[in-house]
């Protein structure tokens, strides 16, 4: 196998593991960036999933081809709507962000396997007839080398995630609205002083986290997995809160950091087919993410320092 | 109203407002509450049979719930008890198959290896944590899916030959027992249920009578202050994650040596974890009310699992309930809102 050959099954499989991993950790660069930590990120792809595949299962007969992305919409609203729940208890009611966190996430588990029960009758859903398929991108899969590595037998998705990244660091690093964005999550307190609504902002932070984690849980479920069952999310949510901090809470940090994540994942999937690969144990590659992201929070591979107030509650009047 | 009553009054709330959004979601669902509620109730107390079940659920709910509450009174989160609770489990399980011993060493060698994995397990956060200010939420989740991948690795590649599950261990390092079976019409009860209950008395002694745990105490309150009055903070936070690792650990020898008696690769956590951060903070991070509120958490979970049968209804909404009681419990400061302001116009 040439390496032209490697790098031609390689660079789509990572670029498809990473899709959902850079949609949810964006939703997380967004949550922390306001302040308001979000271990929740895994129970908001949860709920993503569950919409899609239903709503996938339920139109694809209305919707035709367009269906997966109609699915994406919903899911979207569906997780944007259940991360309110998170806002609610973490900003409002004052509680700890964390354990708001795990409640979100066993509360989504809950209500989407009972969900499942209910209207399907057994533990998962039907396989979707109408899911994203890969494509060849027109134009730019004729550029010599890079053509038929980046832009054969890939996915839409892989390249909207992509392009998320980078209008996310856009909003929050050149817009007036990322500025007050980050400056609830960096001191509240300046912030209030200077008119900014603390708890709109903290409120607008969380409700993107669940939109965009709706959206990698729905590209997970409609890309990858095909189906939804108490195990089609398990751990994604975690990794991509990985990439997060191995990001550095930074959009583009984030986007790459999920980029290797995916090829860490994708490469434990397809090892077994490539030469040289299949003598490294697949446990190095399964573990590669979350033992990098230690490394990195411990300062090996460079200082990731959080928002400055992040998880820490903003009340009027206590300084 | 007292400070005390009102911390009782918080979780039984939350626990009332748990089952009552729990209700109203069977009702929106078309699903009988009542019929669920019976028989989640004959699940879980029907019969010596189901007892022995929801006590046999308890042990390892009581230990995982220790370990979270222990490590919460110093100050710290530790989410990572799942992945203490598989080493530990692995542990137990390995010393039990390695080696041929008379019952009397090998039993208390198996617990003691699995007390020794979980501390070591989250000895490394609690180092992170002390030396480099890693926050221990971040690294004790990381270290569960390390935990989750390396046991299923080490079961498949180094305790057997590319098999699902372990053998199960000898009769020399298990805590069953034919006569607490023989009790509760041959349920898996076994007398790991005293180990836990021990567990509870240590955790009490150890923090409200002994100076290091004042000490801990102390940490848990205010760092600055334990800091100026000369105690070492950072040995403190190593040596209560360590503490609750062993907790973990010990839950995880409940299932290998006790309940299962092998150990069996996962594709997904087990919850017991999990379900320990619900159990600690419903109990109020103290040993006694972690015993009830482990005791409540065992007998919905087994009692869920009768709910399909007699109801139809899917077992998935204790589930629910148990992360709302969760949802409510943190979300507790509304609460007690609430009641101060009940207890202000009573006051008038």
Redesign the interface.
């Known amino acids: 196998m040439s390496f032209m050959e490697i790098l031609m099954i390689i660079v789509p499989s990572t670029l498809l593991w990473a899709a959902p991993l850079v949609f949810t950790a964006l939703g997380g660069v967004f949550s922390e960036r306001s302040g308001v930590v979000n271990i929740g990120l895994e129970g908001l792809m949860w709920v993503g999933a569950f919409t899609s595949i239903v709503f996938n299962l339920t139109f694809a007969h209305t919707f035709g081809a367009a269906t997966p992305w109609i699915s994406l919409l919903v899911a979207m609203i569906a997780s944007a709507v259940f991360s309110l729940l998170h806002a609610v208890a973490a900003i409002t009611f004052r509680a700890d962000h964390t354990v708001s966190g795990v409640a979100i996430n066993l509360l989504a588990t809950g209500i989407t396997t009972f969900l499942v029960k209910f209207i399907y009758n057994k533990g998962e859903t039907d396989i979707i007839q109408q899911s994203f398929n890969k494509i060849d991108i027109p134009v730019l899969k004729n550029i010599p080398v890079i053509g038929p590595i980046f832009f054969q037998n890939t996915y839409w998705v892989s390249y909207l995630a992509i392009i998320v990244a980078f209008i996310a660091w856009y909003i929050i690093y050149k817009t007036p609205f990322g500025l007050r964005l980050r400056s609830v999550g960096e001191h509240p307190m300046a912030a209030d002083t200077m008119g900014i609504n603390v708890t709109k902002m903290r409120y607008i932070g969380v409700i993107l986290s669940g939109a965009l984690g709706g959206i990698g849980g729905g590209v997970y479920a409609e890309a990858i997995s095909s189906n939804f069952s108490h195990a089609t999310i398990s751990g994604q949510g975690f990794m991509a809160l990985a990439a997060m901090i191995f990001g550095k809470w930074h959009p583009l940090g984030a986007m790459g950091a999920a980029v290797f994540f995916g090829f860490a994942q994708s490469l434990s999937i397809i090892g077994s087919s490539l030469p040289g690969l299949k003598s490294i144990p697949s446990v190095y590659l399964l573990i590669a993410p979350y033992v990098l992201t230690i490394l990195a929070l411990t300062g090996f591979i460079g200082r990731a320092e959080a928002p400055k107030a992040d998880g820490v509650h903003y009340i009027k009047g206590s300084r | 109203m007292s400070k005390r009553f009102q911390s009782i009054l918080t979780p039984i709330i939350a626990l009332l407002l748990g089952i009552i959004v729990g209700t109203i979601?069977m009702l929106c669902?078309g699903y009988n509450p009542v019929a669920a509620f019976t028989a989640l109730w004959d699940g879980a107390f029907g019969s010596p049979y189901y007892f022995g079940e929801v006590v046999r659920q308890v042990t390892p709910y009581i230990l995982a719930g220790l370990a979270v509450a222990f490590a919460f009174r110093v100050g710290l989160?530790n989410?990572g008890v799942e992945g203490q609770f598989l080493v530990g489990w692995l542990a137990s399980v390995w010393v039990g198959l390695a080696f041929h011993l008379p019952k009397f060493i090998h039993l208390p060698l198996a617990i003691l290896a699995s007390i020794v994995a979980g501390a070591l397990w989250a000895y490394?956060p609690g180092l992170?944590k002390a030396r480099?200010r890693?926050?221990e939420?971040?690294?004790t989740?990381?270290?569960n899916?390390?935990a989750l991948?390396?046991c299923?690795?080490i079961i498949q590649?180094v305790i057997t030959n590319g098999q699902e599950r372990t053998p199960n261990i000898p009769d020399s390092a298990s805590l069953a027992s034919p006569f607490l079976q023989s009790l509760t019409q041959y349920s898996r009860l076994h007398w790991g249920i005293f180990l836990a209950i021990i567990c509870c008395f240590i955790m009490w002694f150890l923090l409200e009578k002994t100076t290091r745990g004042y000490e801990l105490r102390a940490v848990g309150y205010n760092q600055d202050a334990a800091h100026y009055a000369g105690m070492s903070v950072n040995k403190n936070i190593i040596l209560s994650m360590v503490i609750s690792g062993a907790f973990a650990g010990l839950a995880g020898a409940m299932e290998g040596l006790g309940t299962f008696g092998y150990i069996a690769i996962k594709?997904?956590f087990t919850g017991v974890g999990?379900n320990g951060?619900?159990v600690a903070?419903l109990g109020g991070n103290t040993a006694i009310g972690v015993f009830f509120a482990a005791l409540l958490f065992g007998a919905l979970e087994v009692g869920s699992l009768n709910m399909p049968l007699e109801a139809g209804v899917?077992n998935?909404?204790v589930?629910?309930i148990?992360?709302?009681i969760?949802?409510f419990?943190?979300?507790?400061?509304?609460i007690r809102w609430f009641l101060e302001r009940i207890s202000k116009k009573e006051a008038k």
Do not use: G, K
């Not at chain 2, 419990?329 to 509304?334: F, G, L, N, T, W």
């Open positions: 979601i669902t989160f989410i490394i992170l480099f890693v926050h939420v971040i690294v989740i990381m270290m899916y390390t991948y390396v299923n690795s590649n594709s997904s999990f951060i619900a903070l899917p998935e909404l589930d629910i148990i992360a709302l969760v949802f419990v943190a979300s507790s400061y509304i």
